[in-house]
Every structure is written in C-alpha cells, then in structure tokens.
T-cell receptor, first 114, second 112 residues
Framework: DAGVTQSPTHLIKTRGQQVTLRCSPK?????VSWYQQALGQGPQFIFQ???????QRGNFPDRFSGHQFPNYSSELNVNALLLGDSALYLC???FGTGWTDTQYFGPGTRLTVL | KQEVTQIPAALSVPEGENLVLNCSFT??????LQWFRQDPGKGLTSLLL?????REQTSGRLNASLDKSSGRSTLYIAASQPGDSATYLC???????????FGTGTRLQVFP
C-alpha cells in the first residue's frame, strides 16, 4: 500500500515563473492538505481540498491555488514566484474532514526560487 | 489566534538518557495534538496522536501527555538512541478549523 507520494522531489525556478506540484494521497484517503515549510520553521497550512473543492485556506495570497481531481490527487500551483516562496512543500492526506485519523504526510517537494 | 511554542529549540544528549520535549499552545479549544518526527529534508512521520479527551498516549519508548487546561504537552523519550536524532514537531488541530498548527520544532541530537 503506497503512502502519500509527491512529485517532483526537487525543483529550481526563477523569480516570476510559475510552478505546479503534485500529490497522490494514501490509498483510501479523500482529503488533501498542503503545507509550506520554510527552512528552520514549522509547516504552515496553505489550503485543504475535499470533494474537489477548497474547504479551508490559510494566510497565503491568491498566487497560491490548487485543484483536486476525481481520483483525489491534487495539484498546488504558485504563480509569479518570489524568492520567499523557496521552501519544502508538504502534502498530507486523510479520510474525511474529521480529526480522529492521523494525517499522513508525503516526503515533500523542495522548491528553490533563484 | 492559536500559537504553538516548543522548548528547547535544540537539544544534544548522550545515548541512553531519558529526555523531555515541551510544547505549549495558547488556546485550549483543540480537537487533538500530534507529535511528528522529521528527518533532515524529509517529510513528517506521525509519532503519537492524543485526542482532546485523552491525557496521554504511549508507543514503545515514547510517551506523550496532554494537559489542555494549561495548554501543555510533553513528549518523553526513554533510553535515547542515536537513531532518535531528528527534529520533533508538535501540532494542534484547532477546534474551529481543519488545519494543523505547528510549532517550530525541537532539533534533537543523540550522540554515542
């Protein structure tokens, strides 16, 4: 049983470019959350997708957008990249929106913006 | 606004020591609290999940306690090993949203 997978592993972009990160949830999970983790910091919640809709959103600008597909996989898109967007982007999956289950995190995508 | 703080920020101990990592949160209205482990440049591995109605959880050499009224949790690691070296993150699930709020972590090094 595969856990949460993310692609790509590493990515290097330049300022102003756009990037798309991908996440496949753990088998049986239907909810995907995205987090940004800057170096030396704890992860910060970006948004959560359930039933192909954005349910919750953290304090991130509209440059950050996402999508969830019918197979529950998800994409995170970031437009007009800034140097400060350099971070480890983590995807987490769970079943439903209750909090009785543990969230499972993927290995992350390391984004470097030059 | 919920804030999560972890003390100490870093810890270096010799192998075999018992140690305690601390986590505090400002709003006691939480659904649960989790402790995660993160190896350098890697994702998060959930270690222990404590529901708001529980006081503690144990898994092997790990024991986590929760005191909601005082806004505190501790992670106790018994007989530490070099393989325990990692960053330990505490996260709370607030009562009014579905997101996790993380502390900045405690970086643990256990040397032989």
């Amino acid at each position: 049983d595969a856990g949460v997978t993310q692609s790509p592993t590493h990515l290097i972009k330049t300022r102003g470019q756009q990037v798309t990160l991908r996440c496949s949830p753990k088998s049986g999970h239907d909810t995907v959350s995205w987090y940004q983790q800057a170096l030396g910091q704890g992860p910060q919640f970006i948004f959560q997708y359930y039933e192909e809709e954005e349910r919750q959103r953290g304090n991130f600008p509209d440059r950050f957008s996402g999508h969830q597909f019918p197979n529950y996989s998800s994409e995170l898109n970031v437009n007009a990249l800034l140097l400060g967007d350099s971070a480890l982007y983590l995807c987490a999956s769970s079943f439903g929106t209750g909090w009785t289950d543990t969230q499972y995190f993927g290995p992350g995508t390391r984004l470097t913006v030059l | 606004k919920q804030e999560v703080t972890q003390i100490p920020a870093a810890l270096s101990v010799p192998e075999g020591e018992n140690l305690v990592l601390n986590c505090s949160f400002t709003d006691s209205a939480i659904y649960n609290l989790q402790w995660f482990r993160q190896d350098p440049g890697k994702g998060l591995t959930s270690l222990l999940l404590i529901q708001s109605s529980q006081r503690e959880q144990t898994s092997g050499r790990l024991n986590a306690s929760l005191d909601k009224s005082s806004g505190r949790s501790t992670l106790y690691i018994a007989a530490s090993q070099p393989g325990d070296s990692a960053t330990y993150l505490c996260a709370v699930a607030p009562g009014d949203t579905d997101k996790l709020i993380f502390g900045t972590g405690t970086r643990l090094q256990v040397f032989p």
